[in-house]
């Protein structure tokens, strides 16, 4: 058992007997609160039946449902929910058990903090994204008209309880997808944390509580020191004022969208080309890093129009006035707040993301 808990921050529950420690967790809260559950179709059949054996005292919680995939992590999902505390006499005292991904994080973290001014909320990741990052430092929120977390807060779960056991279930390309964000922590953060990963050359069979650890550990530094993204926290951003426009593009225009995972993935080598022409990171260092995303994600048919993705970026939160954020990275480890690259520069950088990607011949 692992606890990793600072100031006022929540609670991070990982390693062995997460359930009992959530459990012991729960019980010391001193209050008889209605606990909810809540999940979407996906985590109802694959991961709610393992989390209650594990958690026999929470068999009476009232379960929420919303359903699955980014499309829904809107306001209508919002309102449902809300009318379904309603419904159940949810007051203040209440307690939300997010059993999902980061879009059940997302979507279950905002209505939490909003209901009744806010009720206490714990995230149980059942995804590789949200174990790695989306599940703790408190961004919680929703899409609003295509466009990614335009409405939401920061606010604290009381708890995350982190148990790889529901990876067992999770679809490869999801894992993948999680992947994108660990490499994301290991090349803003830690270079001996990339060495490792680089090492990696296939998903199946990785073990990944130590690599969960590695990133959880990595997020709650940096957002430790500016929980609220005046600064530091940024960093975090590297990979997503692309990545989001890529997101938010996709699921207009394809049936089948990039999952987010995946767009970071893809706006991390567009913003490491940016970082080779702007201020100068290694590029051995990016073809590296380049190839070693192809190597992972099978993005053969990525496709967008230029023009389209420089007006969603300029929609980005990341935006302030007309300049748009971008992180970029002098090198590995060494993250720089970049605030308005030349849009031939970006042309050039998404261009370069398209060859690329288009390139490569893949063999699974
Ligand atoms: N708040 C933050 O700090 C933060 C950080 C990163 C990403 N995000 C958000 O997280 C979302 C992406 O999260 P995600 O990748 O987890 O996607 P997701 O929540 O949409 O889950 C992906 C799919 O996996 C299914 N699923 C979940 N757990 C499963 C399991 N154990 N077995 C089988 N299927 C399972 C889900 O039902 C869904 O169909 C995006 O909306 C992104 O913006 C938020
Ligand atoms: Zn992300």
């Not at 990133?215 to 989001?244: C, M, P, W, Y």
Request: aromatic fraction near 8%.
């Amino acid at each position: 058992m692992h606890v990793i808990n600072q100031n006022h921050s929540s609670e991070v529950i990982l390693g062995d007997d997460v359930f009992s420690t959530l459990e012991q967790f729960l019980s010391r809260q001193h209050r008889a609160y209605t606990v909810f559950i809540l999940v979407d179709e996906n985590t109802e059949k694959l991961c709610l039946s393992l989390f209650l054996s594990c958690i026999p005292s929470l068999k009476n919680a009232i379960l929420l449902k919303i359903h699955s995939g980014e499309q829904n992590k809107n306001l209508a999902s919002c309102e449902s929910l809300w009318n379904q505390l309603s419904q159940h006499n949810a007051d203040r005292h209440s307690l939300l058990i997010n059993l999902g991904g980061g879009m059940i994080g997302d979507v279950g973290g905002f209505v939490a903090a909003t209901f009744m001014r806010g009720i206490s909320f714990v995230n149980v990741p059942t995804t590789l994204l949200a174990m790695v990052d989306a599940s703790s430092g408190g961004k919680n929120g929703i899409n609003l008209s295509g466009l990614k977390n335009q409405v939401g807060t920061f606010t604290n779960p009381l708890a995350v309880c982190i148990s790889p056991l529901f990876l067992k279930t999770l679809p490869p390309r999801d894992i993948r997808a999680g992947f994108g964000e660990l490499i994301k922590h290991a090349l803003i953060a830690d270079i001996n944390y990339w060495k490792e990963i680089k090492a990696i050359r296939s998903l199946e069979n990785v073990d990944w509580n130590p690599l969960i650890a590695k990133s959880v550990q990595i997020k709650r530094q940096i957002v430790n020191a500016d929980f609220k993204e005046k600064n530091l926290r940024k960093t975090l951003n590297f990979g997503h004022t692309i990545g989001h426009a890529l997101e938010s593009y996709s699921m207009k225009h394809h049936q089948d969208p990039l999952k987010h995972g995946e767009a970071v993935a893809a706006g991390m080598v567009t913003e490491l080309f940016l970082s080779v022409g702007i201020i100068g990171f290694p590029v051995s260092q990016m073809e590296a890093i380049v190839d070693f995303i192809l190597l992972h994600f099978n993005l053969s048919e990525l496709e967008f129009d230029i023009k389209e993705i420089l007006s969603l970026i300029s929609h980005d939160k990341k935006t302030v006035g007309k300049d748009t954020h971008f992180v970029l990275l002098k090198d590995i480890g060494y993250p720089v707040i970049h605030n308005q690259p030349e849009e031939q520069e970006i042309r050039d950088a998404l261009q370069f993301t398209l060859n690329r990607f288009h390139q490569t011949t893949y063999t699974s």
